[in-house]
């Protein structure tokens, strides 16, 4: 499994409508795609300018095969949707689990 980690500083005014056109216009898209698992927001409750978005996926080879003009398309829209001077990609990052845990 491979989750990709994405840190975003947000407009605090408009972090309810980022999280509302991320998940009208980003998450469709990408629970379509093959090897998709999963995706969480998370928010730092510190700083109301903060946006995690950790993106589960079965394999690297199968979020990679995801079409960059697809990828560049929504990117597009959902910038239109938000404003661009509205939100910043902070960080862009992706990890791999060494091995399972199970609980009990």
Do not use: H
């Not at 980690?5 to 056109?21: C, D, N, S, T």
């Not at 629970?31 to 998709?36: D, L, R, V």
């Not at 560049?72 to 001077?85: S, V």
């Amino acid at each position: 499994m491979i989750i990709e980690w994405l840190g975003f500083l947000v407009k605090p005014q408009l972090r309810e409508k980022f999280l509302a056109e991320d998940q009208k216009i980003w998450t469709p898209i990408l629970a379509e795609s093959a090897g998709f698992l999963g995706k969480e927001i998370w928010l730092d409750p510190a700083r109301d300018d903060r946006v995690f978005i950790i993106v589960r996926w079965r394999s690297r080879e199968q979020w990679k095969a995801i079409s960059p003009e697809l990828l560049a398309e929504i990117d597009q829209k959902f910038a239109l949707a938000m404003g661009t001077d509205n939100y910043q990609m902070l960080e862009s990052t992706e990890y791999q689990s060494s091995k399972s845990i199970i609980s009990s």
